[in-house]
């Protein structure tokens, strides 16, 4: 058995694929197949059924999944403590963002910090909240810039870096954008362009502007920018950040409704940093 075999495994076990576990693991289906076989044959059972060109975990293969994974999270968590003990910051560093951040925040930071540790090899992954808790706790990723929520459980914590206003917006040619002060009845006459459901920044909104039953929605995204595109577009009004407000736009007043959420850092508490990624987090830390 060897970690090769592992990695193959556990991607084998969330893809369902042979192909896509090739693609992911930049290999040939062919070598996918014969990691698998010699594993199953070390293990004298059988951890896949094959069903056409899709797999599933037999009973073996699912008792054995916990224990792989804590092998290759305790693995991940060796070498940053082997790379925390260097005196240079070099090595890969992979952690997640968030796109409004990847797309407004982070090229800015990166590009600095490249400059100043030129030997490090990033791999950032663009994902939501949950995602990156997920990664997190599983030792896939070290960090992760996201919309923070108002707490935490351990093991994870956060570092806020930004904190972010947020506005209600229409089209310029909006009926709304000639009036000074919108109340919340005369926004629920009209279509609103929303946050997807589940995410700390539509939980936000809702407590903010007291969206009910009666809130019609136009349709909801992930993607801030989609949001813009559909009101620049006079589809329905919407909440974004006040650094994506521009010209194309106009803000609109709400009484009493005042809306900002915290992007910063989430990490695993006990988990000892590689030396990539406490730069990185000392780079955040001064940015502030």
């Not at 940053?80 to 240079?88: G, W």
């Not at 663009?126 to 990664?135: G, I, N, T, Y």
């Not at 993607?223 to 650094?243: D, H």
Request: aromatic letters at 4%.
């Amino acid at each position: 058995m060897d970690i090769d075999s592992i990695k193959t495994f556990l991607s084998l076990a969330e893809t369902g694929s042979f192909s896509r576990t090739a693609e992911t693991l930049f290999i040939t289906q062919p070598a996918v197949s014969k990691r698998i076989a010699a594993l199953e044959q070390s293990l004298d059972c059988q951890l896949f059924d094959r069903l056409g060109k899709e797999v599933q975990l037999t009973q073996a293969g699912k008792a054995l999944l916990p224990g792989y994974q804590r092998i290759l999270t305790e693995l991940d968590e060796s070498k940053r403590i082997i790379s925390s003990l260097r005196t240079e910051v070099s090595g890969s560093l992979k952690f997640g963002t968030s796109h409004h951040i990847g797309l407004h925040r982070l090229p800015p930071l990166l590009r600095r910090y490249t400059e100043q540790y030129p030997e490090v090899e990033l791999d950032v992954k663009f994902m939501d909240s949950e995602q990156a808790a997920a990664l997190i706790l599983k030792g896939e990723i070290e960090l992760a810039l996201i919309t923070l929520p108002e707490h935490v459980d351990e093991p994870l914590a956060m570092l806020p870096i930004w904190t972010d206003p947020m506005k209600c917006v229409v089209a310029k040619d909006h009926v709304l954008a000639t009036q000074q002060n919108v109340s919340r009845n005369e926004l629920n006459k009209h279509g609103i362009i929303l946050q997807a459901h589940n995410t700390h920044t539509r939980h936000i909104v809702e407590a903010a502007l007291q969206l009910g039953e009666d809130t019609r929605i136009i349709m909801e995204s992930n993607y801030l920018e989609t949001i813009k595109a559909m009101i620049q577009n006079k589809l329905g009004w919407g909440v974004l950040p006040e650094s994506m407000i521009d010209s194309s736009l106009k803000q609109i007043n709400v009484k009493s409704a005042t809306m900002k959420r915290e992007l910063g850092v989430l990490l695993h508490a006990s988990r000892t940093l590689s030396r990539p990624a406490s730069a990185l987090l000392e780079l955040l830390k001064r940015s502030r």
